[in-house]
Structures are given as C-alpha cells and as structure tokens.
C-alpha cells in the first residue's frame, strides 16, 4: 500500500472517529459537563504522558517550557481549546448535537474570516461570497428560529483562533497538546477536588462500567488526533480539506437517526446554505491548489 492510500485511511479513521464521538459522550452524561471536562484534561494528560515517552519526544517539552513567546500562545491556545471541548461536551448533554455539527462545518470559513478581519489577510472574491453565505444563514436563523446559534458559533470561533494561535507557534502536535493540558491541569485537579470536598462530585456514586467509559476521554482525545496527523503528512491538504467534512457529517446523522434531534425546514436551509458555501469555498481551494 502506497503512502498516499494509507493517508487516506488515515484520515477517514480520524474523521469518521471524530463524527461518532457524540455517541461515546452520551454514554457519560450523567456526569455534569465541567466534571467530564476536568476528566478529560487529566485523562488526556496520562495518555500523552505514554505517547511522549514511548516516542521519545520528551526532549522536546524543555525549550518550548524555556520560551516565553511559545509559552505565551500556548497558554491562549490551553484556553480555547478547554473552550473548545466544554461548549462540545455541553452541546450534547443538552442534545444540540445538530447545532455542534454546524458549528464545525462552518469553523473553515470562520478562520478564512479571522484571518481577513484580524491579521489583514488576503481573500478572494469566492472566499468573500462563501463567507457571505455563512452570514446569510446566521442572519436567516435569527430571524425565523429566532436565535443565535451560539453553540455553533462558539466551537467555530474557539476552535478557528486556536487554529491560529497554533500556527503562530509551529509546535509538533503530541507536546504541543501535553503543553496544553498541563497548564490547564491545575484548574482541572482544584475543581476536582474542590466538587470531592463538597460531596457533589458524581464520580462516587459511577458504575464500574461508566467510570471505565469516562477514563477513556483521552484515549478518545488523542487517537484521532495521531490519526489526522499520520494523514497529514501522507496526502495533499486540499484533499484533506474535503474530506474534514466526514465529520461533521457523519455527527449530523447520528444526532438525527439515533437521538432523533429535531431538525425543522428552516434548520434545513442554514444547513443548505453553508453547504453551497463550502461547495464555492473548496472548489476555490483546489482552483488556487493547481495554480
């Protein structure tokens, strides 16, 4: 098998992993989000722990701990991404597991936006209309659900500038998340035992079977991760950029056939309007990939 097929593998275990991970959360939701959150951060932390060790990339961990500018975006990036997950976490213990999906299937045309408006970037004509576009359907839920979609636009907006702040560092995947997880660890470990001290943590009162599923959060964080990574640097990004869009998908289904979410007609056109968005988004993205 060539690299470029097994790439491809790759990338559809990491997306299809992560569109199914809906389903591993909603086997922990008697568990409160904050708590599944500090779980996860610690649970995470063991398992990089293993990763860094058995390849050999501690020696890494020391010159970005050295470095105040590194240091710096990763303690915003520690943030975002907590951000990140909590607003997910949430979003499926309230069954907004449709509005999660929307808010990833909009995050590229949201950092395309960030990179216009905050740091003066060039975009195009296309990018400018598929960017429309996204506002279009905003503007169209607001006025016929008569909300914002702040769960969607929270994950496309926390996870966009993390995207950023991660660039800025240049930091392989593996440290760069242990970085992150350690610097939110002690928050992590203090609500942990400040909900212990209080008798309203629920991890006493678990099953043998749910406190095994939640230990796993960072098996589940980290896995697709190596995955995506593994593609990464086996295929072509504008490859990989059509297909990120399995995940989203694929969580898109699951919240309608298996949690039978509820999604109206109007629902259905913001979807369709920010599925021509990314149709106009990626066709310029493989345009300017050949030229």
Do not use: H
Not at 139 to 154: E, M
Request: glycine share 4%; net charge positive; charged share 10%.
């Amino acid at each position: 098998m060539n690299e470029q097929k097994l790439g491809f593998i790759y990338a559809l275990c990491a997306f299809f992993f992560w569109g199914l991970v809906p389903i591993y959360y909603k086997q922990v939701m008697m568990v409160p989000p904050f708590e599944i959150l500090a779980a996860r951060v610690v649970f995470s932390v063991i398992v990089l722990l293993f990763l860094l060790t058995v390849s050999k990339q501690f020696n890494t961990i020391k010159p970005i701990l050295k470095s105040l500018s590194k240091m710096k975006y990763l303690i915003i990036a520690s943030l975002l991404i907590s951000l990140n997950w909590f607003t997910f976490i949430y979003a499926i213990s309230v069954d907004k597991i449709v509005e999660a999906s929307l808010g990833y299937f909009i995050t590229p045309l949201v950092s395309v936006a960030l990179g216009f408006f905050i740091f003066k970037e060039n975009i195009n004509k296309t990018q400018k209309i598929a960017i429309l576009l996204a506002f279009v359907a905003m503007i169209y839920q607001l006025i016929t659900i008569g909300n914002i979609p702040i769960i969607a636009l929270s994950l496309a907006f926390s996870f966009g500038f993390y995207g950023m702040v991660r660039k800025k560092v240049q930091i392989a995947s593996i440290p760069g998340l242990f970085i992150e997880t350690i610097i939110i660890l002690p928050i992590a470990l203090i609500y942990l035992y400040f909900i212990y001290n209080n008798g309203t943590s629920v991890f006493n009162t678990l099953s043998f079977y749910n406190l095994s599923m939640l230990s796993l959060s960072g098996l589940v964080t980290v896995l697709p991760l190596l995955w995506f990574n593994s593609a990464a640097i086996r295929m072509d990004l504008t490859t990989l950029g059509f297909l990120q869009y399995i995940g989203p998908t694929v969580a898109f289904l699951v919240a309608i056939f298996i949690y039978d979410e509820n999604v109206n007609i109007n629902k259905l056109i913001i979807f369709f309007i920010i599925w021509i968005a990314l149709v106009i988004f990626s066709f310029d993205a493989v345009k300017r990939r050949r030229k």
